[in-house]
């Protein structure tokens, strides 16, 4: 199994400096780099604490040459809020500069604060999320091209540079929705399993992705099939359940706290059948207890959802640690 960690830049309260924020994942990723860790993925976020990396492409220059083995993902770039040629640019930029490890996940994204403040209508961001990923392989792939869209036109353009990796750099594309999953699997891209739903819920989707491949003439072969869970340890199962309890606690109210009423409502009635949103995520999504109780509950789910790829959300410090010293020299 490949594990990798899914890292967020996140600045609770604000209790810290900001550039200590940047200095202790970068100090993760130096960790990350030493021991079994496949890749290091990073998120995009704008306009929030939740996480205060605008731009994973910068932080993965950074972060490629602070390595020498570790694959840099990105989970994802939102491609909706880019001109799709500047996007390949910098990713082919950072495939160069990295030595050829990256790899580059897509994603529409779902704040309509960044939606906004980008001058995207949301009810668009869709449609232009599969367009730009569309003229991004395109660019990566061919001499030159020229594209003819319902949101981007140009003539006879040639990417430089292309990537090093050749055709292009592994990539998969953001889906948790069905008609996400279902286009994705239409056009034999792989896709990345968010951290929020429920791991029942991910073994449901992971069987319609396949199915629809199976329908759209690919197959599931060996492709890498990222799922992300918020993972909490600790060297008992209370103090890991109160780690996960925090965490959770704090995730919700960064994504529909006090601020977006409107959406916290919604997230409760639609995302969690009627229960208390934190009780949800420490029932159903959180990876919680000691090191050697949730290297066994990962096992299981190699065989109950068909995980063969962990993309861990450490909630702690002290679970990051502990999933590094304990957690994967058993399963990478």
């Known amino acids: 199994m490949k594990i990798g960690v899914l890292q967020f830049f996140s600045w609770p ?31 995009e976020h704008h306009f929030s604490t939740f996480s205060v990396c605008p731009s994973v492409h910068m932080m993965g220059t950074l972060a490629a040459a602070r390595t020498k083995r570790l694959r840099i993902g990105t989970a994802v770039s939102l491609a909706a809020l880019y001109h799709p040629l500047r996007l ?16 580059w996940g897509a994603g529409r994204g779902f704040s309509t604060t960044e939606f906004n403040a980008f001058g ?26 020229s594209f003819a869209g319902d949101y981007f036109r140009f ?39 968010d951290p929020h739903s429920s791991i029942d819920d991910l073994g449901r989707k992971r069987r319609r992705y396949a199915e629809q491949l199976g329908a759209a003439g690919f197959t599931l072969g060996d492709r890498d099939i990222p799922m992300a869970r918020l993972i909490a340890l600790a060297d008992t199962r209370e103090k890991a359940a109160d780690i996960a309890r925090r965490g959770a ?43 050697e109780s949730v290297v066994d509950r990962i096992q299981a789910l190699q065989a109950e959802i ?3 790829y962990l993309m861990c959300a450490p909630l702690s410090h002290d679970t990051f640690m502990m999933l590094a010293d304990k957690v994967v020299p058993r399963l990478a």
């Open 306 to 308: 068909g995980l063969n």
């Open 155 to 193: 003539d006879n353009v040639e990417l430089l540079p292309k990537p090093l990796q050749q055709p292009h750099p592994p990539t998969w594309v953001a889906a948790t929705s069905d008609p996400a999953i279902d286009w994705a699997a239409g056009r034999g891209l792989s896709i990345l399993m």
């Open 249 to 291: 606690a704090w995730l919700v109210d960064a994504y529909a706290g006090p601020q977006h009423q409107k959406a916290k409502t919604m997230h409760v009635e639609r995302r969690y059948g009627g229960l208390d949103p934190v009780e949800f995520y420490l029932k159903e999504v959180v990876i919680h207890g000691t090191p």
């Open 120 to 145: 995207v209508p949301p009810e668009e961001s869709a449609a232009r999320f599969r367009e730009a990923v569309e003229i991004v392989l395109r660019a990566w792939t061919e001499d030159s091209f």
């Open 13 to 43: 309260e604000r209790r810290v400096a900001l550039p200590t924020v940047y200095k202790r994942a970068l100090e993760r990723i130096e960790i990350m780099d030493r021991t079994g860790f496949d890749a290091v993925w990073l998120a």
């Open 88 to 103: 390949a640019e910098e990713v082919a930029l950072l495939d160069v500069l990295s030595g050829g490890r990256v790899n």
